[in-house]
């Protein structure tokens, strides 16, 4: 799991590296400050998936996690101008996004693992991926 807290790059260039190769689990979330469940949200879907680094692995995904006092302001804003659509006052969000770049999925609450790697697993990319020897 990466913190885009620890990375010089904007998330919007780190999600550019990664278009074409691997698809990423954007995990947002309020510190436990804020009094908010998202602390809370972003624990519990980590645990989720931390069970499953195989599974994760097979399927290309990349988990970043975002704590919204962390972010810079340029990622915020790309966050709310892009397709993410964040809205300033969301305690929690997650956007799975395909290897084309595209959010495929958003999530206001975590998500159980299994039904992320179903998702992917219907996908028609990630079907060819599959199939090959």
């Known amino acids: 799991m990466e913190s885009v807290a620890n990375q010089r790059k904007s998330l919007k260039a780190i999600l550019n590296e990664k278009k074409d190769h691997r698809r990423v689990l954007l995990l947002y ?3 436990a400050s804020s009094g908010s469940p998202g ?13 499953h680094k195989e599974a994760l692995a097979e399927r290309d995904l990349d988990v ?9 302001e340029p990622d915020r804003q790309f966050l ?3 397709e993410f659509k964040l809205v300033p006052h969301e305690d929690y969000m997650g956007w799975l996004i395909g290897k084309d770049g595209g959010v495929k999925q958003t999530y206001k609450k975590p998500v159980p693992a299994e039904e992320l790697f179903n998702l992917i697993d219907s ?3 990630r079907r060819q991926e599959a199939q090959k020897p």
């Open 29 to 31: 979330g309020r510190d």
């Open 39 to 51: 602390q809370h949200y972003l624990i519990d879907q980590q645990e989720a998936l931390h069970e």
């Open 64 to 72: 970043i996690v975002l704590i919204a006092s962390d972010l810079q």
């Open 80 to 82: 709310m101008q892009s």
């Open 123 to 125: 996908m028609p990319m």
